[in-house]
Each structure stands twice: as structure tokens, then as C-alpha cells.
């Protein structure tokens, strides 16, 4: 959300989608991806919070919904958070707002 309210973007690429090395390893970057799996071949999975982010906008919107600008239907939250609306571009009867 504070992307599009704060710098106009409207897509994020999420690097690396699984991120699976042993904790101990030391390599750079620990930590940098949507899920965990340490131990891949246990199926073991880890998700992380910023998959849910992905989740809610794939979820609750479709490709060509229309994003309302900030102060018309997106913006921050008083105390903390922000929203962003997301339309059907011919029906604006269909909406979603995520709220962050």
C-alpha cells in the first residue's frame, strides 16, 4: 500500500520468492524471502508476513481494476496504517479496500 500512496508504483517484485539455505550458513541476505524452507526436502515451509501482502492484493482485486489516486480512496491512517481502494473500471459497484 505505502508504495502506490507514497511513490505512485503500482507493482513490487518480491526477491527471492523461497529462500532456502541452513540458518548457519552465512550467507548474505538472510531472510529476504516470501517463505522460509531450510530443509526442503523435509516439505517443510515457512511463510513469512509480506506473503500475505501479495495475498490480499491477488486475492481481493483482478488485473485492469482501476487503483483510486491518495485522498480519493487511498491514504495513510491516522495513528498508523493506510488503505488503498481498487474498482472494476466499468462497474463501480465492485470494489475492494486493503487496508495495511
Do not use: C, K
Not at 550458513?25 to 538472510?30: E, V
Not at 517443510?44 to 488485473?63: C, G, L, N, R
Amino acid at each position: 500500500n505505502q508504495n502506490y500512496i507514497r511513490l505512485n508504483a503500482t507493482s513490487t517484485t518480491a526477491w527471492s520468492l523461497i529462500w532456502s539455505v541452513y540458518n548457519d550458513s552465512g550467507m548474505p541476505y538472510f531472510g529476504n524471502g516470501l517463505m522460509y524452507a531450510q530443509e526442503p526436502w523435509s516439505g517443510h515451509y515457512s511463510p513469512q508476513p509480506p506473503i500475505w501482502t501479495s495475498a490480499h492484493w491477488t486475492h481481493f482485486s483482478e488485473v485492469g481494476w482501476e487503483l483510486l489516486q491518495n485522498g480519493f480512496g487511498s491514504g495513510f491512517i491516522q495513528g498508523g496504517g493506510s488503505y488503498v481502494t481498487v474498482r472494476h473500471p466499468a462497474d463501480n459497484q465492485q470494489f475492494s479496500v486493503i487496508v495495511e
